[in-house]
């Protein structure tokens, strides 16, 4: 399967600064980058969609200037959670889009604002 | 867009007993219905899929039954073990767009 790596795996921040994570496909390119926010005891909700050379698209409710997506290159997306708030607090996954078929994850990142 | 349901949101078994998790979809055009596990803090894994060509896949313990007519599908775990316990989501998709399960919590009791 494909290979997802995402870091940090774990972060802790203070309010109002920002955060950025990584996410690279190893083994394959990625023109697709999904990036979805688990809050605890609770299932993936998908924030917004990135494209290789294009805008993210956010779904509803995700405000577009609080989390950037970057998606530059066909390995690499980032999201920077920017002035972090503690109800920020989650974990954040990354999947590239590969077409029909199994959906591949990264290892997914513990943001704790302070 | 795409509804998917899952039911229950939590579940305790008895180890060697069974454990079945329902999910049931809303969109017609889904074809591709996979299973993940994810235990805590890791990314989701998954354990079993199945398409909408199918109506049933089984994979040692782990078996997935599919009714389009309906739109619903079942998780089937036989002969659970401890090891089972984890965060179960089901999912539905087309294409590259994958709407998830809200998530069952199964606990296997030693």
């Known amino acids: 399967g494909a290979v997802v790596s995402q870091h940090p795996s774990w972060v802790i921040c203070k309010s109002g600064t920002s955060v950025k994570i990584e996410c690279r496909s190893l083994d394959f390119q990625a023109t697709t980058m999904f990036w979805y926010r688990q809050f605890p005891k609770q299932s993936l909700m998908l924030m917004a969609t990135s494209n290789e050379g294009s805008k993210a698209t956010y779904e509803q409710g995700v405000e577009k200037d609080k989390f950037l997506i970057n998606h530059a290159s066909l390995t690499l997306s980032t999201l920077t959670v920017t002035s972090a708030h503690p109800e920020d607090s989650s974990f954040y996954i990354c999947?590239?889009?590969?077409?029909?078929?199994?959906?591949?994850f990264g290892q997914g990142t513990r943001l704790t604002v302070v | 867009g795409e509804n998917v349901e899952q039911h229950p949101s939590t579940l305790s078994v008895q180890e060697g007993d069974s454990a079945v998790i329902k999910c049931t979809y809303s969109d017609s055009a889904s074809n591709y219905f996979p299973w993940y596990k994810q235990e805590l803090g890791k990314r989701p894994q998954l354990i079993i899929d199945?398409?909408?060509?199918?109506g049933e896949k089984k994979d040692q313990r782990i078996a997935v039954t599919l009714n389009k007519t309906a739109k619903h599908f079942s998780l089937h775990i036989t002969e659970t073990q401890p090891e089972d316990s984890a965060v179960y989501f089901c999912?539905?998709?087309?294409?590259?767009?994958?709407?998830f399960g809200t998530g069952t919590s199964l606990t296997v009791i030693p």
């Open positions: 199945i398409r909408s060509n199918v």
């Open positions: 999947s590239p889009g590969q077409g029909e078929g199994e959906a591949f």
């Open positions: 999912a539905a998709s087309k294409g590259n767009q994958f709407y």
